[in-house]
């Protein structure tokens, strides 16, 4: 359980209201990310877990809709601030919530308090070095394919996590890093891309929700 007079008096946030499926949330942002910046290196210092991005909408709707026994146990990466962990959790699917960021873990779990969902998990997940020992029948994530670095980080995440015959479902913006990792997976996955397009703040946003599923004969990873 969070402990939110602490949460308050460290970090300024302001609120932002989801509804889903007729279902209201509420959640905790920073009110300013230039704290969480690391400006010597903006590339990979920019904390992408600091806001929510439109793809993530999608991808908690989807979720939302989709009965807990089609799902099953659920592994989210990359959670942020907790918008598709914690919507997922509320329509009575089995999640854990996992990031790199103390920060993101801290709103992460404020979000889940203010929103009454104490059932979900969340804990820290390295991409790099993976300590979790559990497997999941579904992974998913949004926005976690934002730099085609992490292919292979992303890749061994799958491998070592899903459950034989579990799937993978992915959100994201379309940009050239998420095609070019989307290209690569299809090595190892069956992939299945739906298109959307979001309304964000000044124009509407192209979207892909994308469902994989590992093949049959794996190729070793090169």
Not at 12 to 35: A, C, H, M, S, Y
Not at 188 to 217: T, W
Request: glycine share 6%; net charge neutral.
């Amino acid at each position: 359980m969070a402990d939110l007079a602490s949460f308050y008096r460290k970090y300024g946030t302001e609120n932002k209201d989801l509804t889903i499926r007729g279902r209201q949330f509420n959640f905790l942002v920073p009110k300013k990310i230039d704290p969480f910046i690391n400006f010597e290196n903006i590339v990979h210092g920019f904390p992408l877990w600091a806001k929510i991005w439109e793809p993530s909408w999608i991808l908690a709707e989807h979720v939302a809709k989709t009965p807990p026994s089609r799902l099953n146990k659920i592994l989210e990466i990359g959670s942020g601030i907790g918008v598709v962990g914690i919507v997922a959790a509320s329509f009575g699917h089995d999640v854990t919530m996992t990031e790199y960021d103390e920060n993101a873990l801290q709103f992460a779990a404020a979000n889940a308090e203010i929103n009454h969902c104490s059932e979900v998990k969340i804990c820290r997940l390295d991409w790099h070095r993976p300590q979790l020992e559990d497997k999941f029948d579904s992974i998913i994530g949004s926005e976690v394919t934002f730099h085609e670095r992490d292919y292979n980080s992303l890749l061994n995440l799958f491998r070592i996590y899903l459950k034989p015959h579990g799937r993978v479902i992915l959100a994201s913006g379309v940009r050239q890093s998420v095609l070019n990792i989307l290209r690569r997976m299809h090595r190892y996955f069956d992939v299945q891309i739906n298109k959307y397009s979001i309304r964000g703040e000044d124009s509407r946003i192209p979207a892909v929700l994308c469902h994989m599923s590992p093949k049959e004969a794996e190729v070793k990873i090169s």
